[in-house]
Nanobody, 116 residues
Framework: QVQLVESGGGLVQAGGSLRLSCAAS????????MDWYRQAPGKQREFVAR???????VYAVPVKGRFTISKDDDKQTVYLQMNSLKPEDTAVYYC??????????WGQGTQVTVSS
């Protein structure tokens, strides 16, 4: 059974950087997509970025050009490099994997707080 564990969140000043990691245990079935979502207090969870099993990436407009998603298949880990952080990036960040279009697993989330 696949489990996802996020790490790397924390408190950073505006303009700073953080790198989030999402480590998967168990066997990730291909094809898959791995996503980062975020949820700010009082708001709905929103899509941030996606990487597919063949390395195709997609970004939400608010983070394009600032965030980079990547993966290490040997480590079964997906990363989210976040640069030029803004206070509005403050949220709990979650990773999600969708395997073969039907098997969905979420991580527990990691808090990112950006101070102004």
């Amino acid at each position: 059974q696949v489990q996802l564990v996020e790490s790397g969140g924390g408190l950073v000043q505006a303009g700073g950087s953080l790198r989030l990691s999402c480590a998967a245990s168990g066997s990730i079935l291909s094809p898959y997509t791995m996503d980062w979502y975020r949820q700010a207090p009082g708001k709905q969870r929103e899509f941030v970025a996606r990487i597919s099993s063949i390395g195709v990436t997609v970004y939400a407009v608010p983070v394009k050009g600032r965030f980079t998603i990547s993966k290490d298949d040997d480590k079964q880990t997906v990363y989210l490099q976040m640069n030029s952080l803004k206070p509005e990036d403050t949220a709990v960040y979650y990773c999600k994997v969708v395997m073969r279009g039907v098997h969905i697993v979420w991580g527990q989330g990691t808090q990112v707080t950006v101070s102004s």
